[in-house]
């Protein structure tokens, strides 16, 4: 049997293509690769995001069993320095989100919106996988 490798798409509901491009492309430095007027392809995170139109107002979020909102999606950013940069430009630019935190595992996290309410997580520590095989390579910056 194969083995899944790695997650190559994830797929986001949102109200309006262009604005959700903009908003992508401008806070989270997204490179658009397609548009039409159903869906977007963006490169984020090393990964293809299909931004893809809904006719009524949802989101990528569930409620757990104890009522809590949560998000689908965790990025990882390398660092606690790279997460409080990421956090106060994130800020800067008005985009809705929450306090770093402390959740009582290696690392800080925090959390954002998009303009749908799509909930993200940031954490602070990157895979050890990741970095291995990115970092020590020299393909991914660890200031980006």
Request: hydrophobic fraction near 35%; charge should be negative; avoid cysteine.
């Amino acid at each position: 049997m194969s083995k899944l490798l790695r997650v190559g798409t994830t797929y986001l509901p949102v109200k309006n293509i262009k604005e959700a491009v903009h908003w992508y492309v401008s806070n989270l430095d997204a490179v658009l690769n397609y548009e039409d007027n159903d869906k977007a392809i963006l490169d984020l995170a090393n990964q293809s995001f299909f931004l893809v139109k809904v006719n009524e107002k949802q989101n990528s979020n569930f409620v757990d069993s104890y009522g809590n909102e949560r998000f689908t999606l965790t990025f990882e950013v390398n660092g606690l320095t790279e997460l409080e940069k990421l956090h106060q430009d994130l800020s800067e630019k008005g985009v809705k989100i929450g306090e770093i935190e402390d959740r009582g595992h290696a690392g800080n996290n925090f959390i954002f919106y998009d303009l749908d309410g799509n909930k993200f997580d940031v954490w602070s520590e990157l895979s050890p996988d990741f970095k291995k095989r990115y970092l020590e390579d020299g393909v991914a910056s660890e200031s980006k």
